[in-house]
């Protein structure tokens, strides 16, 4: 038998209505807080992320699903959505109209990662960009939105880690200081992260290994290095989030697995999803659009995996709780007489018409059998038509929510199952 490539799902029902359900709630959020939908190819150059998320970070390194077309082009299936969102932005002249822009996405990344529960090779992630504000305040509502989407799933007890990693100005002298350090202990780090040393220091902030997470515990940290633009952002932020009332934990070790950030990040964290407890992350990328040609432009934003959403929802305080069921079933039996089969038909379309889920047994089984269907099929009512009903007129509704059956006069069925559905009949 074949299988589906290892760290790939198959989003099946029920399941597939719990996804329809929450990104239902992520669209209605991003209507709320006035993002605008952008849709980006599955693919990109391959140079986009080298050039933005950078060479020395894992993701780049390791994670990419990376080929050449027929005609030799070098092409990667998106890991993260922030580069193609600012290489679409500058391409197609948004930064040439009103500004801000905010844009939100939703569909697949890749990324070639150790599956395990939370993780996958294959994931969905919606995230949101705000483009062409540099001020603090964008983030306060970026991570104001992060934290009502944890809100609205009952995730009691998140966390909001947020940390600030200056900007190339304060960096460059940060850099010197945080190598000194690091050159003065070069045996107790992995062979990895004496590599970051040499092209992206910092990055070793970013390393899992327990040994290299101990002996950064006394590094320089970056924001005692801030330049003036630098500490007042961070300052605003923090001042903002505290008169809103949102409680976070600054760790100066957060920098995120990105090379375009700057200045603010920050994570969202669930710990009982365990191991993949971030839920959300972002930042803010004020060089990114200047990195792809264009001319000086701030972003700031984040994104979520929808599994890991979904995981996190199913222990949460709110469970999503989608309509599984169907208005009516349409039963009617296989008698052989033309007329009963033309009225099923003429009633099953007359519902669908009138925007009724229904749904009726194209196996045509004995009726004991179609109630079973109806009943697997979660029909909150079932319309019964047999020789009985065609010869006296009418049509036997069953509600299979409170157990009455009533006889409707065929003409008027369809106004009563509309008025049932509705809730008026019961
Ligand atoms: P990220 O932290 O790499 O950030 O991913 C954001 C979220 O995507 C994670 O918190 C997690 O929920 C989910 N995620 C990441 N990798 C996987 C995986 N292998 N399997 C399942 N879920 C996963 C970014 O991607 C940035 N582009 C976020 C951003 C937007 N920053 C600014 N704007």
Redo the contacts with the bound molecule.
């Keep these: 038998m074949l299988r589906a490539p290892r760290g790939t799902n198959d989003i099946l029902p029920p399941e597939s209505h719990k996804w329809a359900c929450l990104e239902l709630l992520l669209r209605r959020l991003s209507k709320i807080y006035s993002f605008e939908e952008i849709r980006t190819p599955i693919f990109e150059y391959t140079e986009l992320f080298s050039r933005t998320v950078g060479e020395s970070t894992d993701i780049v390194r390791k994670e990419m699903y990376t080929f050449r077309d027929k005609g030799g082009r070098e092409l990667t299936l998106r890991p993260?959505?922030?580069a193609p969102v600012a290489r679409a932005f500058l391409e197609r002249g948004l930064d040439r109209g009103a500004l801000p822009k905010k844009l939100f996405y939703l569909g697949p990344?890749f990324?070639y990662?150790k599956p395990q529960a939370?993780?996958?090779?294959e994931?969905v992630?919606y995230?949101v960009?705000i483009l062409g504000s540099p001020s603090a305040y964008s983030d306060v509502e970026v991570i104001l939105l992060a934290v009502r989407i944890a809100e609205e799933l009952g995730l009691m007890g998140t966390t909001l880690y947020i940390n600030t990693i200056g900007c190339p100005k304060c960096r460059r002298v940060h850099r010197e200081d945080f190598v000194k350090h690091i050159s003065g202990r070069v045996g107790e780090f992995c062979p990895d992260c004496l590599e970051r040393l040499d092209r992206n220091p910092l990055r070793i902030l970013d390393c899992k290994n327990d040994a290299c997470r101990r002996a950064t515990a006394d590094v320089p940290l970056i924001r005692d290095y801030l330049c003036d633009d630098c500490r007042e952002h961070w300052v605003t932020l923090q001042d903002s989030l505290r008169s809103l009332g949102l409680e976070y934990t600054v760790d100066p070790t957060l920098v995120?697995?990105?090379d375009y950030y700057t200045k603010t990040v920050f994570?969202l964290k669930w710990p009982p999803l365990g191991a993949?407890d971030?839920?959300?992350?972002?930042?803010r990328?004020d060089g990114l659009i200047e990195e792809l040609g264009g001319k000086p432009c701030p972003g700031?934003?984040?994104?979520?995996?929808v599994?890991?959403?979904l995981l996190a929802a199913e222990k949460g305080d709110k469970p999503l709780a989608p309509d599984v069921s169907i208005d009516c079933f349409v039963l009617f039996p296989d008698t052989g007489d033309k007329r009963v089969t033309e009225a099923g038909f003429g009633l099953l379309n007359d519902l669908r018409c009138s925007g009724l889920s229904s749904d009726f047994d194209p196996l045509r089984r004995s009726m004991k059998a179609q109630m079973k269907h109806a009943d697997r099929l979660k029909a909150k009512y079932v319309a019964i038509i047999g020789e009985e009903e065609i010869e006296q007129g009418f049509i036997t509704i069953r509600s299979m929510e409170h157990g009455w059956q009533k006889q409707v006069p065929a003409g008027s069925v369809l106004d009563f199952m509309k008025e049932a559905v509705s809730g008026g009949t019961d």
């Design positions: 993260e959505g922030t990344m990324r990662e939370g993780r996958y090779r994931f992630q995230g960009e995120r697995g990105f994570e993949q971030a839920i959300i992350g972002g930042g990328y700031m934003g984040f994104a979520v995996g599994e890991r959403l």
